[in-house]
């Protein structure tokens, strides 16, 4: 295993605050509380709202229905 300058592994350099690994253990927490926060949502009886591929807006109700939502649609939830 290589060292650096100050004497650190090359793996604990990954996990250093930017570091290759940090990111990525740091991606999948982000990733991990949004799925958890959205599936708290729709326990609750919520509607979730996303944007698709193309980036129209969609709804995901909690039956696990989506739908793209139409332009009236979308200018009531902005309030237009």
Known sequence: MTT????????????????PKWSEQLRFA???AIA?????HQKKGNPV???DDAGCL?????DN???RLSQ???ADLNGL
Do not use: Q, W
């Open 72 to 74: 009236g649609e979308v």
């Open 49 to 51: 709202y996303f944007t």
């Open 4 to 19: 650096n300058e100050d004497g650190h592994t090359k793996k604990d350099d990954d996990l250093k605050y930017g570091g």
């Open 65 to 67: 229905s989506c739908r």
């Open 36 to 40: 958890e926060a959205v599936a708290e």
């Open 30 to 32: 982000i990733r991990e």
């Open 58 to 62: 969609c709804v995901m109700m909690p």
